[in-house]
Antibody, heavy 122, light 110 residues
């Protein structure tokens, strides 16, 4: 059974940093594209970043240059390093696995973590 | 890149059919058959309902179907049931390799 469990959330001051982790089980994180998606309180879903199987990383414009996605194959874990945090980064952050179509990676999300709250406030 | 455009809300009575639209551009929805749809109940993680425009994952009711015409994708729910009441989001790949969500649609079952 595929499971994704996020950790590392909490209250952070503006300008601060935090690293989120996503521990995966039931599959190998290096075999799928892995994304982070966030949802501000009472708002819609916002895609944040993806790491490809080959290691290529892509970011949404609002976080580019401040967030870094990475993968630790030995621990089957994906991370999101968040720097220079702003109030508008306050959200529930979901770790997400992208799916496969005919055996090839396809940009849809077939499994989600339960989400973890990050609050940026003084 | 702006979010895809969805109606803020739709409603229907049990047994009826409803359609939720998702309008993008020729750089996303119009250029790739890579639109997916997600259902989200309050306080829960989203759930995949449709991928690659028309494909339904195993376990998802065949009352859910997807389509696309030009820059607009659509999700149709037939035989509406009370448990279908939720927020629905479309999601698309784009020419810049980033992904974007629609703004979300709140479905109310009357």
């Amino acid at each position: 059974e595929v499971q994704l469990v996020e950790s590392g959330g909490g209250l952070i001051q503006p300008g601060g940093s935090r690293r989120l982790s996503c521990a995966a089980s039931g599959f190998t994180v290096s075999s799928n594209y892995m994304s982070w998606v966030r949802q501000a309180p009472g708002k819609g879903l916002e895609w944040v970043s993806v790491i490809y199987t080959g290691g290529t990383t892509i970011y949404a414009d609002p976080v580019k240059g401040r967030f870094t996605i990475s993968r630790d194959n030995s621990k089957n874990t994906v991370h999101l390093q968040m720097d220079s945090l702003r109030a508008e980064d306050t959200a529930v952050y979901y770790c997400a696995r992208e799916g496969l179509s005919s055996g090839w990676p396809s940009p849809y999300i077939d499994h989600w973590g339960q989400g973890i709250l990050v609050t940026v406030s003084s | 890149q702006s979010a895809l455009t969805q109606p803020a809300s739709v409603s229907g009575s049990p047994g009826q059919s409803i359609t939720i639209s998702c309008t993008g551009t020729s750089s996303d929805v119009g250029d790739y058959d890579l639109v997916s749809w997600y259902q989200q109940h309050p306080g829960k993680a989203p759930k995949l309902m449709i991928y690659d425009v028309t494909n339904r994952p195993s376990g998802v009711s065949n009352r859910f179907s997807g389509s696309k015409s030009g820059n607009t994708a659509s999700l149709t729910i037939s035989g509406l049931q009370a448990e279908d009441e939720a927020d629905y989001y479309c999601f698309s790949y784009t020419s810049r390799s980033i992904r974007i969500f629609g703004g979300g649609t709140k479905l109310t079952v009357l």
